[in-house]
DNA sequence: CTTAGCACTCTCTCTACCCAAGTGCTAGAT
DNA sequence: ATCTAGCACTTGGGTAGAGAGAGTGCTAAG
């Protein structure tokens, strides 16, 4: 048996796979792709492909069709990461440079990688479980009421106002402010609330009550912020891709609104040397992902992620390197402003 | 003719189409219907029906089914709406109390609406156009760097950090922010950038490029600000729903990601005496949105819209209902805050 | 190890056909 | 004036069978 040829075998299958959309047999293999040999020698190697679990066949008469597991050897060991146009590159860059909040830059950012793929694309905020607090600020509105806000290093900024329980004039208010800087500007965002709760030994007794109403808000709201949250683009291709087996895309919907499982997932896809974490259909480890694999990479100093989702049968080394052109890109804007 | 029995039978077609999903005949119609006369009776009616568009037949030998303007009259002449269950009331309550945040509050509420109709529940941000400034903050957080943060009688917040071309010690940030704020507290967030333009000739010269830096930012914030957004939830019934004809949830999909149409369709929107408005298949004027319906309401002091898409073909009693009862618990909880 | 040939197995498509559902119309009943 | 009963007609959907096409596995020879 021929072992390299036997691969070049698989990565004609999953090529055609993709780009015809049925399942493809040995004589149009050799048909559409300069092999060399005959189609009852491919007919052997597919065998032999069949029964490493590397493809499988719908039913007797019918081509071959790749498992997860041939996806994850094409991904591994013959996928080169095909770099993009420069009209690509062009897009990405004139796209991205007009944007001024991280908000907008994120959802240009999801918005381009979805049109660039025709996928579904995902970003995930900045955690700011690893960000440190660059500032925190308390401003009185009113006699009962203050508007905390909490700036982290990553950019991100959280706010809201809290009603007191007293009134609380703007001398105390300063002192307060001072208080809660002190003992949290620089120190990790998760660590806010313990911080916080530490200063209040050092307070005037009077104040304690007052100062306790705007910690809890204070700790609050770093609790909120740690919160992660994905931003989505493009749903619509969801339907048009699956347009035969649209069962699957109901689920998938779910998993994109529900957040949890994603998150949970991108969280645990690790980068290969190339860059980029595939996660393949059943590789998901969810349900609701079965016929779905997940394309991502992390994207600035917090490696939060960045990717695509789409059907396992996707054209990844396009979508490969659509996905790391758009994180190098997003990476040097985040760290540039 | 019998007008009362005539549209009686239109409003038991529309009843039993949505509940069975396919079209309805004479006979199945005498079945499950006490009309009291017989099928060939109601073959004459619904001849007058088609003949007045009411309703249309798919095919020759095929019952009838609804046309657009035949949901019209049955919403119109037909629909009582009928009241929420307690159960759901409670839970109506119970969710949304928890809340603190609007952004939080309005993210419960779409989800809320989205499970107790099935359907794809959209809510728009309150609407800034009308709003008036509350506070107006600026922050120092580097020589360079200042924090804006405006926040709407409203409840919306909206901040971003600028950075500015000189340094500028805290002093002179204050003298500004006192400026600023003067100009534009408890005046329309629209006339922002407007009012704090005519404050620059008040201040010193040495002070005017950076105030011009600060007001740029400013006059930018409020037009972001002003920027309508819509929160959906639900997405993924949608393709269950729509399990037979999926070709038309792409383009809703992507109505809802674009926002602009469903945006300005909500706008267009005007709640009829009982307080809701329907927008059915073809009225919405939106090509992407010719198959599917619009149930929406105004909700809070201004305004703003909540409501759900869903196909034409849905239950519009019961979803007016939920559209209703939400809309008015949600205005009463931002109310209460 | 590769190739050619061949029998075999399925799926998919097309046709023919019938059935059920539904309609419109006409003539009679109320 | 309406309503009803009956009936002929239309049509989509479902079933069954035939055939084509695609693809496979196996065997025997190069």
Redesign the pocket.
């Known amino acids: 048996?021929?072992e390299p040829?036997k691969l070049e075998v698989l990565r004609a299958i999953v090529e055609d796979y993709v780009h015809y959309r049925e399942?493809?047999?040995?004589?149009?293999l050799v048909e559409r792709h300069r092999l060399?040999?005959?189609?009852?020698?491919i007919?052997?190697d597919?065998?032999a492909l069949?029964d490493e679990g590397l493809i499988v066949?719908p039913?007797?008469?019918?081509?071959?069709v790749p498992t997860d597991k041939g996806y994850r050897v094409f991904v591994d060991q013959l996928a080169a990461v095909r770099p993009l146009s420069s009209a690509e590159k062009h897009a990405i860059q004139s796209l991205l440079e007009g944007a001024d909040d991280l908000d907008d830059v994120l959802e240009r950012t999801v918005r381009l990688l979805s049109h660039l793929t025709n996928q579904v694309a995902v970003v995930q905020y900045p955690q700011l479980g690893r960000a440190r607090v660059r500032h925190v600020e308390a401003v009185g509105l009113a006699p009962r009421q203050v508007l905390l806000v909490l700036i982290a290093d990553s950019g991100t900024v959280e706010q809201r106002v809290v009603t007191l329980g007293e009134d609380l004039d703007h001398d105390r208010l300063a002192v307060l402010r001072q208080s809660f800087l002190a003992a949290t500007a620089g120190k990790p965002v998760s660590q806010v609330g313990a911080n916080v709760a530490a200063t209040m030994d050092s307070l005037l007794p009077e104040d304690r009550p007052v100062a306790a109403e705007l910690a809890a808000g204070l700790a609050a709201l770093a609790a909120a912020s740690r919160e992660e949250r994905i931003v989505t683009a493009g749903t619509a291709y969801l339907a048009r891709s699956n347009s035969d087996f649209l069962l699957s895309i109901s689920p998938v919907l779910e998993a994109l609104e529900e957040q949890v499982v994603l998150l949970r997932l991108l969280s645990e896809m690790a980068s290969d040397a190339r860059g980029v974490a595939v996660a393949i259909g059943h590789e998901t480890a969810a349900d609701s992902l079965a016929e779905t694999s997940v394309v991502a990479t992390g994207y600035g100093r917090d490696d939060a992620k960045i990717g695509i989702l789409g059907p396992t049968r996707m054209d990844y080394p396009a979508t490969m390197a659509a996905v790391r052109a758009v994180a190098r890109y997003l990476s040097k804007i985040l760290a540039g402003s």
């Open positions: 048996m021929n040829r399942p493809v047999g040995s004589k149009a060399g040999v005959s189609s009852a020698t007919r052997n597919m065998a069949e066949a039913h007797t008469s019918a081509g071959r």
